[in-house]
């Protein structure tokens, strides 16, 4: 087990940390296309083809670069340069992890996205992260993408998760992750994990957190979104914030109570195992 209590932050990408779908800022434009065409023709191709949509739109993006433009791993790299993020996110990180430090815990940051593994690796702050989980695809001898390799909707989104809370992150571990493990020997247990997204491609996520004892924030952007209002009625996401990641901002502060929150619980909840511990070895010895 850890020496100090892990938390992990885990994160959307797409209007979550960045205020568009990723695609949007360089990809799109580059293939000569309008946004709103682009995703027109995704779900078209996802309709006529029974297709799952996030084959769909890796199905459009290779068909739309042949003859446009080169596409290997580096390229889609080279695309997360231009992606945009929220005001404050490129110092949220080392701020979070700051304050934890001085409750006595270790952050870790997550993302599970339906977006473009390779362009958030292009990102200025993907090495801020423990793990990327997004689609991503296969590539051939010349690093040409040839094949989705993986393809995250909103539903496969809820393994990762688990991959978490039991601390196995690797994606082809799946005998190990399936394999039982008590709640008190997880790595992060749920009570320790926050999930943030902005929308109902989220919720299974959300509510899976929420109902084991963690937390869920949804972030909306300009004034407050119907969604996500919506969301906190359901009693779908314990919190909303608007996507405002700055010093003192909304988003800082109920992080910051979370956090709060956590530390204490931790404490006890490790005294708790402790004396369960104790106590089963105490049984063991007297059955001798």
Known sequence: MP??????????F?????????????????VGMDVDAFWQECLQTMLQ????QILAYMYVMLQKAGGQILLNRNEFRKL?????????????????????AKLGLTVEHYIISSGLKEIIEGTKIAPEFKAIYAAEFLYDGRGVPV????????????QFLFRINKGILGVTENKELNEFTPENKRRIPFSNMVYIGDGLTDVPCMKLTKVNGGHSIAVYQG???????????????DYVSQ??????GPMETIVRLILDHIAPETKLSAIHTE????????????GR
Request: aromatic share 10%; hydrophobic share 40%; net charge negative.
């Open 3 to 12: 020496a100090q209590p892990i938390v992990a932050l885990m994160y959307d």
């Open 14 to 30: 797409d209007k979550t940390l960045s205020p568009r779908d990723m695609q949007e800022y360089a990809f799109i434009p580059c």
């Open 49 to 52: 083809h029974n297709m799952d």
């Open 80 to 100: 997360g340069r231009s992606v945009a993020l929220f005001p404050g996110v490129a110092t949220w990180f080392g701020r979070v992890n700051r304050y934890a």
């Open 147 to 158: 094949w989705p390799a993986m393809a995250v909707n909103y539903t496969s989104k809820t």
């Open 223 to 237: 004034e407050k979104d119907e969604t996500v209002g919506k969301m906190l009625l359901q009693g779908r996401v």
């Open 243 to 248: 996507a405002d990641y700055t010093a003192g």
């Open 275 to 286: 004396q369960i511990d104790n106590a089963q070895k105490r049984a063991l010895d007297e």
